[in-house]
C-alpha cells in the first residue's frame, strides 16, 4: 500500500514549455486534490476531483488543467508554464469516512 | 467563504520548554473539520490530528495536545517539554462537511515555523 504518490520529485522548466505532474492513489478513494505551496502562503488548491469523472476549479485554478484519469490517477498539467508557477505541488486523496486527507511527497517545480 | 489564521508566523523556544500555537478559524457551516499537520525539513506532510466540530474534547498525544474552543473559533496546539525534533513548519487546516458525497478540499493556514534550539 503506497498511498499517495506523485512523480516527478523535482522538474526545471523553461517559461512557456509545458508539462503533466501525475498523481496515483491505491487507497480506493473518491476524492483528489492537487495544491500548491508557496512560501509563507500554506497551501493553496488548485483543483480537485470528487470522483471519477468530475473535476472542479479551487483557488488558484489559473494557467493548471486536470485530468481525472481513472479513479486511481489524478494529472496536473501546466500548458505554458511561467514563472509564477515555481512552487511546491502536493497531490491529495481523502477518506470519505473520516474527512482524512493522505499527501503525496511534493513535486518540486521551478520555471526560470 | 472558510479561513483559518495562524497569526505566529515564526516561535523560537529552547528545548524542554513548553510552546502553544494559534489556529483561529472561520466558517458558516455547523459541521466541520478541524487538522493539525506539520512539515519538517524534507518537505512532506504529516498529520497529527482531525478533530469534528461535534467533538469538543480536548485532546492528548504524548507531549501534544489539543484545545478545541467553537466559543472563540480556535483549534490550538501545545507541544510539553519541546525537543530539537520538533522543529518544523505547523498547518491548522479546516475542511467544511461533505456535499453531495464529494469533500471541497481543506483551506490551510499559512503555517508556524516552530524552531527549538538546544
Known amino acids: 500500500n503506497a498511498g499517495v504518490t506523485q512523480t516527478p520529485k523535482f522538474q526545471v522548466l523553461k517559461t512557456g514549455q509545458s508539462m503533466t505532474l501525475q498523481c496515483a492513489q491505491d487507497?480506493?478513494?473518491?476524492?483528489m486534490y492537487w495544491y500548491r505551496q508557496d512560501p509563507g502562503m500554506g497551501l493553496r488548491l488548485i483543483y480537485y476531483?470528487?470522483?471519477?469523472?468530475?473535476?472542479d476549479k479551487g483557488e488558484v485554478p489559473n494557467g493548471y488543467n486536470v485530468s481525472r484519469l481513472n479513479k486511481r490517477e489524478f494529472s496536473l498539467r501546466l500548458e505554458s508554464a511561467a514563472p509564477s508557477q515555481t512552487s511546491v505541488y502536493f497531490c491529495?486523496?481523502?477518506?470519505?469516512?473520516?474527512?482524512?486527507?493522505?499527501f503525496g511527497p511534493g513535486t518540486r517545480l521551478t520555471v526560470l | 467563504a472558510q479561513k483559518v489564521t495562524q497569526a505566529q508566523t515564526e516561535i523560537s523556544v529552547v528545548e524542554k520548554e513548553d510552546v502553544t500555537l494559534d489556529c483561529v478559524y472561520e466558517?458558516?457551516?455547523?459541521?466541520?473539520?478541524l487538522f493539525w499537520y506539520k512539515q519538517p525539513p524534507s518537505g512532506e506532510l504529516v498529520f497529527l490530528i482531525r478533530?469534528?466540530?461535534?467533538?469538543?474534547q480536548n485532546e492528548i498525544s504524548g507531549r501534544y495536545s489539543w484545545n478545541f474552543q467553537k466559543s472563540t473559533s480556535s483549534f490550538n496546539f501545545t507541544i510539553t517539554a519541546s525537543q530539537v525534533v520538533d522543529s518544523a513548519v505547523y498547518f491548522c487546516?479546516?475542511?467544511?462537511?461533505?456535499?453531495?458525497?464529494?469533500?471541497?478540499?481543506?483551506?490551510f493556514g499559512k503555517g508556524t515555523h516552530l524552531i527549538i534550539q538546544p
Open positions: 476531483s470528487a470522483s471519477e469523472g468530475t473535476t
Open positions: 478533530r469534528n466540530s461535534f467533538d469538543e
Open positions: 487546516a479546516l475542511s467544511e462537511a461533505w456535499r453531495g458525497g464529494g469533500a471541497d478540499g481543506l483551506t
Open positions: 487507497m480506493n478513494h473518491n476524492s
Open positions: 466558517t458558516r457551516d455547523t459541521t466541520y473539520y
Open positions: 491529495a486523496s481523502i477518506s470519505q469516512g473520516n474527512n482524512e486527507q493522505f
